[in-house]
């Protein structure tokens, strides 16, 4: 172990690239520890989104035409018309390069353990798997969440990037639609009705298979009626999905990526109660049975709910959790220097542009809880340097910066030279 960071970001989604980007404009010289480069695993350094094609949805995230500076009304309409989404790698790759143009560190690596409750309000230890320790006076943990997946081997192979299987329809719907693709929904939830529903609007798709293992259904009335009323939908009870079957990829079409250069052609559909197998012909494939945040590294140290998002209070602090050891730390309302954001604590929203958000948010809550900690420590007039919400928040936009505004640790950092001086 050597220095001591100001501050460690765990998980490189947008929430982390964000909080990335801004930690370092704001002079923290962050460590983003990335998570794994294993595509196979579902924790791929940079999130979610490196398992999706277009992403339609990102304000700006788009290759748009080149324009005049000053285009007529027919040039826009024109260029409208050509905007396309940036692929989810694309995406990824843009937020890496922006968040380390500005200083962000990057570990390609895993964390193994964090340790909270030992040291509440000091220094903190985060392990990763190389067995190397980091220790910091503050984390950002923005460690996403995982579809929960089948389980089943040809799943992988289908598994994003226009292969077939997906687990958003709001986010890869769209290409089933423009490839008139036939599909199925997996799951008995609220979730799975909802991503039904919303599959049956999409011009494009003109059948969605609901299959359940069950008779007995998760989600609520209304929703299970009105999937149940929908004429697009057809429910295939008792059924389980035990294989995948491919085809070779068609060329022309407008899913524009694929893998092993086959795609999916139809699930094997197993009777729950006869264990008779047939084949269900499909383009898509979307599992709806869930989704794990990946908290478990907080588990007995934070407060989550019962499925496991972690809990944070208006500024994005961690609350400690009822089981930690630490009496002291379970006296506390929230984790001094501990901040949360992104999918690992929001089960309701979950896209990438409010995980980015969060990501900012839990930044500047970060830079606040440092300079509060620097200023105490080196026995400054709080009013002579500001921390208001004001000034923390002006002194991120990029205006006051090009008119002089400095950071706040820079600026504490001035303060603290000058009690030196002049003593
Ligand atoms: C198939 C699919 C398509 C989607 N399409 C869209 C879309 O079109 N538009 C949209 O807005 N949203 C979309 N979403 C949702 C969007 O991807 C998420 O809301 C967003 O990625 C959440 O960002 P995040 O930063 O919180 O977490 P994530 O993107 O989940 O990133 C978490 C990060 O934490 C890392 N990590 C986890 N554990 C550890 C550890 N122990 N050590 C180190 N690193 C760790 C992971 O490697 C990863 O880098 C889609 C999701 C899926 C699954």
């Known amino acids: 172990m050597n220095e001591i960071r100001n501050v460690i970001i765990i998980g490189s989604g947008p929430a982390g690239y964000t909080a990335a980007l801004y930690a370092a404009r704001a002079n923290l010289h962050p460590l983003l520890i990335a998570g794994s480069l294993d595509p196979t695993t579902s924790r791929i350094k940079g999130g979610q989104l490196m398992y999706t094609s277009d992403i339609e949805n990102f304000p700006a995230g788009i290759q748009p035409p080149d324009l005049s500076d000053y285009p007529s009304e027919e040039e826009t309409q024109a260029a409208i018309e050509n905007v396309h989404g940036l692929s989810g790698p694309d995406l990824m790759k843009r937020m890496e390069l922006q968040a380390r143009h500005f200083g962000a560190e990057m570990l390609e690596e895993f964390v193994e353990s964090v340790d909270i409750c030992a040291n509440p309000g000091k220094t903190y230890r985060v392990k990763t798997v190389d067995g190397k320790e980091h220790e910091t006076r503050a984390i950002i943990i923005a460690t996403g969440a995982s579809s929960k997946?089948?389980?089943?081997?040809?799943?992988?192979?289908?598994f994003g990037q226009g292969g077939g299987v997906s687990t958003c329809a709001t986010c890869d719907g769209a290409n089933f639609s423009r490839a008139k693709a036939t599909v199925a929904v997996i799951g008995g939830g609220d979730s799975a009705m909802e991503e039904a529903s919303y599959l049956s609007r999409l011009d494009g798709i003109p059948k969605v298979y609901l299959v359940h293992r069950r008779e007995e259904f998760r989600a609520s009335k209304v929703m299970l009626k009105r999937a149940q009323e929908n004429p697009k939908i057809e429910f295939l009870l008792h059924s389980t999905v035990e294989d995948l079957k491919g085809k070779p990829h068609p060329q022309g079409e407008t899913i524009r990526f694929f893998k092993d250069k086959e795609v999916l052609a139809a699930a094997v559909l197993k009777d729950t109660r006869t264990g008779e197998t047939r084949d269900l012909e499909i383009d898509g494939l979307f599992i709806a049975i869930g989704h794990t945040p990946n908290s478990e590294l907080f588990k007995g140290q934070l407060k989550m709910d019962e499925a496991g998002y972690l809990e944070h209070d208006g500024r994005m602090r961690a609350i400690p959790s009822m089981?930690?050891?630490?009496?002291?730390?379970?006296?506390?309302?929230?984790?001094?220097?501990?901040?949360?954001?992104?999918?690992?604590?929001?089960?309701?929203?979950?896209?990438?542009?409010?995980?980015?958000g969060m990501g900012c948010q839990a930044a500047i809550e970060a830079e606040r809880y440092l300079a509060e900690t620097m200023v105490a420590e080196a026995g400054l007039d709080a009013d002579a340097v500001s921390l208001s919400d004001e000034t923390i928040a002006q002194s991120h936009w990029s205006s006051e910066r090009e008119s002089g505004e400095k950071p706040v640790i820079e600026r504490i950092m001035e303060a603290e030279e000058c009690v030196a001086a002049e003593k």
């Open 149 to 158: 997946r089948l389980g089943i081997a040809a799943e992988e192979k289908f």
């Open 323 to 356: 089981t930690c050891a630490s009496a002291e730390m379970r006296s506390l309302e929230h984790v001094p220097g501990i901040f949360v954001a992104g999918d690992v604590s929001d089960h309701i929203y979950r896209q990438a542009i409010t995980a980015a």
